[in-house]
């Protein structure tokens, strides 16, 4: 059977605004906005797949209330197919990502930010505080006791972590999802049609500038701000769209839909409120009102909760990206504590206030490193100063995921080079 969708999808409807389709969506919305966030009505809710995985990046205390929410009104909430293959696909990449982050990066901030730090300050003022021999006992007590908290917290951390596959596997919300109301209403047909709808409407917009572009008037459309964020594969957001217009054509009634989607500004506004031509879009499409809730408001109106994920607020694949940025910086950091400890060692004057670079190039000088590994620095310093000094995200998102290892290995293999050096000349 030839699919039908394109009688309501969105593209159709688009074309179809007029003024006074403007003024009777608007005015009901408007007038039943309070209600729907009221949940009186027995309006089904359309759950994104954000709100979902947030479920999973909250503390233990905020999970219990979100889980009470999703169970209070389980009988209401309808999750599309598309929003099950996205949850089935992140779900374990978030309950790692949680782990890591507000576990491993416990232990690893340690390490850098208040172990190495302590350290570094010893090292770098050494000949001063020689002459202060109570700070000096001070901080060498510090420094023991600072490696034994540090060897406690990784035995912690490692315990708990342990608790990772019970996370994945025991899980409540799983159980609980699987009596919500799970529908599959787009034939493959239906998808094709939606796909290349996508792509008609994605003609003519830059990927570079789409963050622009969405702020144009009726420019937006679902989905568009992954022509940028998933080139490959932009279409789930107008996959959800039209499943969710179908379910509230077919059974001729308003809905919800609850989304924490809100940084691309293809579903809401910066200012989280709906773009007004998706509330017409809709109404032409269906006669009814699909009221568009930024889950972050509903639930602090509602439960007075923010649900504030543990994980950096982007996309997945990006966060990856910004871990190998702080990575590098620390490593760096530490790389330049091993040279300016290892030419103190070797008597280099000004040690301390010397460029990185210049004391490499003593160290070549003095036959201890090769040409080859001050070229490979430079690279890496280059790299350093875009993280550090210049913050042009435009050029850092530049570097692929691939590229960063690189760089990290690279960094990685100069570190070792310089530690191989002090059994040598000690």
Not at 13 to 39: D, M, P, W
Not at 115 to 129: G, L, P, T
Not at 397 to 417: G, K, M, P, Q, Y
Request: charged share 30%; hydrophobic share 35%.
């Amino acid at each position: 059977m030839a699919s039908s969708i394109s009688k309501i999808s969105f593209a159709t409807s688009i074309k179809s605004l007029t003024l006074k389709t403007y003024v009777e969506s608007l005015s009901r919305y408007r007038n039943g906005i309070e209600q729907a966030i009221s949940l009186k009505d027995e309006l089904p809710i359309f759950i994104d797949t954000s709100v979902f995985l947030r479920y999973y990046s909250i503390s233990e205390k905020d999970r219990k209330t979100l889980f009470s929410f999703f169970s209070q009104f389980k009988d209401r909430i309808i999750i599309t197919t598309q929003v099950q293959k996205e949850f089935v696909k992140n779900r374990e990449d978030v309950i790692e990502k949680f782990f890591e982050d507000t576990l491993e990066k416990l232990k690893t901030s340690f390490r850098s930010d208040i172990v190495n730090k302590i350290k570094s300050y010893r090292e770098v003022n050494k000949k001063v505080i020689n002459d202060f021999s109570f700070l000096d006992n001070f901080l060498r007590k510090m420094s023991e006791e600072l490696d034994k908290n540090y060897d406690s917290l990784v035995e912690s951390v490692d315990s708990k972590k342990s608790n990772l596959n019970k996370a994945k596997y025991e899980d409540d919300l799983l159980a609980l999802i699987l009596g919500m109301t799970l529908i599959d209403n787009l034939s493959e047909d239906d998808i094709k049609v939606i796909k290349g709808e996508y792509e008609n409407l994605r003609k003519g917009y830059d990927s570079k500038n789409v963050t622009n572009e969405i702020k144009k008037p009726q420019a937006a459309f679902p989905g568009l701000g992954d022509i940028k964020e998933k080139p490959e594969n932009p279409y789930g957001d107008y996959i959800i769209y039209h499943e969710i217009i179908n379910y509230i054509n077919e059974k001729k009634t308003d809905a919800i839909f609850l989304t924490y989607d809100n940084t691309k500004g293809d579903w809401l506004k910066e200012n989280k409120q709906p773009h007004d031509h998706y509330i017409q879009a809709t109404f032409i499409a269906t006669s009814k009102t699909l009221y568009f809730l930024d889950a972050d408001r509903f639930f602090a109106d509602r439960l007075n909760e923010h649900f504030d994920s543990l994980i950096s607020e982007v996309e997945y694949e990006k966060q990856k990206i910004i871990d190998y940025e702080r990575l590098f910086v620390q490593n760096y950091t530490q790389f330049e504590y091993y040279v300016r400890d290892l030419c103190s060692i070797l008597k280099i004057e000004k040690y301390n206030n010397t460029s990185l670079l210049n004391l490499l190039n003593q160290l070549y000088n003095l036959g201890h490193i090769k040409y080859e590994e001050i070229r490979d620095f430079g690279i890496l310093r280059e790299f350093r100063n875009i993280l550090v000094h210049y913050n042009n995200r435009e050029v850092i998102e530049s570097f692929s995921e691939n590229r960063l290892v690189e760089l990290l290995a690279r960094l990685d293999i100069l570190t070792n080079i310089i530690k191989g050096l002090f059994p040598k000349i000690q």
